[in-house]
T-cell receptor
Framework: KNEVEQSPQNLTAQEGEFITINCSYS?????LHWLQQHPGGGIVSLFM???GKKKHGRLIATINIQEKHSSLHITASHPRDSAVYIC????????????FGEGTQLTVNP | NAGVTQTPKFQVLKTGQSMTLQCAQD?????MSWYRQDPGMGLRLIHY???????DQGEVPNGYNVSRSTTEDFPLRLLSAAPSQTSVYFC?????????????FGPGTRLTVT
């Protein structure tokens, strides 16, 4: 079993819909990252969380440390949000190293 | 700042050939890492470095060497390329701010080994 599990693997939405992507992990962590990978391949860091909630524009990330779970929400989705969203955790014992989920492929149709 | 740069963007090798993937960052970050990304799998750590002169193995180090002679550069060497090394390779750098490590990724190198 992977230490980091994301769901769903694939998600198709209509423009304007509210989207949720989930990430569960099985070990103690010091931080959780949400990353975005566009079709061109580049990877961008969206959020880094160790507790609570963060918001940036239409994106919201939450984390529940007790339940070992994080969610990434996109409000008023747009076709330009189509990308792979990757959850990564920094294990409590691994310093700067990250362990990655497999990613969620999001497609937003106009 | 250019951020994290990688060269080449694309490369085709024959089995047994060697080559070096270049990675450089101009942000004075302590930490640098190499990952490979394969279909159906998450990014996997190949090697990483916590500072100049210090490197260590990640999850999938076999067939790869690294060195970190300067803070800026972290090249990845394929010693004798194999088809199993066909992948997309990402270099990343990060720095520690109050125990948090913000990650910056390069644009990737798509490698095909025939």
């Amino acid at each position: 079993k992977n230490e980091v599990e994301q769901s769903p693997q694939n998600l198709t939405a209509q423009e304007g819909e509210f989207i949720t992507i989930n990430c569960s992990y099985s070990v103690g962590i010091s931080a959780l990252h949400w990353l975005q990978q566009h079709p061109g391949g580049g990877i961008v860091s969206l959020f880094m969380l160790s507790s609570g909630k963060k918001k940036h524009g239409r994106l919201i990330a939450t984390i529940n440390i007790q339940e070992k779970h994080s969610s990434l929400h996109i409000t008023a989705s747009h076709p330009r949000d189509s990308a792979v969203y990757i959850c990564a955790v920094r294990l409590a014992t691994s310093g700067s190293r990250l362990t990655f989920g497999e990613g969620t492929q999001l497609t937003v149709n106009p | 700042n250019a951020g994290v740069t990688q060269t080449p963007k694309f490369q085709v090798l024959k089995t047994g050939q060697s080559m070096t993937l270049q990675c450089a960052q101009d942000m004075n970050h302590e930490y640098m890492s190499w990952y490979r990304q394969d279909p159906g799998m998450g990014l996997r750590l190949i090697h990483y470095s916590v500072g100049a002169g210090i490197t260590d193995q990640g999850e999938v180090p076999n067939g790869y060497n690294v060195s970190r002679s300067t803070t800026e550069d972290f090249p990845l060497r394929l010693l004798s390329a194999a088809p199993s090394q066909t992948s997309v390779y990402f270099c990343a750098s990060s720095y520690s701010s109050s125990g948090a490590y913000e990650q910056y990724f390069g644009p990737g190198t798509r490698l095909t080994v025939t």
